[in-house]
């Protein structure tokens, strides 16, 4: 089991950033970032090939978050900008057995999660 750390999360302002890090025991073949607003089903945000670096961003995220890493210490981050209310959600950080498929962030083909992180926007 990959074990995951996500920090970085807290109360913005609409409009504002926030930039999340995840730190992961070892190293995956694919990491994801998900989150789960109140009442709502957990949904994909982003992924990234820690091996390539290539990555992928749910519509609903991609013109105002990115992700990146620094892979030499299996670290992802989610920098998020232009926050707004409909973005409340605990955030979680989830690595793969398996390659990134493409286009493509489904809560299910994820093996290993974190405890989350908390972004409130209001």
């Known amino acids: 089991h990959v074990q995951l750390v996500e920090s970085g999360g807290g109360s913005v302002q609409a409009g504002g950033s926030l930039r999340l890090t995840c730190v992961a025991s070892?190293?995956?073949?694919?990491m994801g970032w998900f989150r789960q607003g109140p009442g709502k089903e957990r949904e994909g945000v982003a992924t990234?090939?820690?091996?390539?670096?290539?990555?992928y961003l749910v519509d609903s995220v991609k013109d105002r978050f990115t992700i990146s890493q620094n892979n030499a210490k299996n670290i992802v981050y989610l920098l998020m900008n232009s926050l707004q209310p409909e973005d409340t959600a605990m955030y979680y950080c989830?690595?793969?057995?398996?390659?990134?498929?493409?286009?493509?962030?489904?809560?299910?083909?994820?093996?290993?999660w974190g405890q989350g992180t908390q972004v409130t926007v209001s």
């Open positions: 070892q190293r995956a073949n694919c």
């Open positions: 990234i090939n820690p091996h390539s670096a290539t990555s």
């Open positions: 989830a690595t793969s057995h398996w390659n990134c498929y493409e286009n493509q962030a489904d809560p299910t083909d994820f093996n290993d």
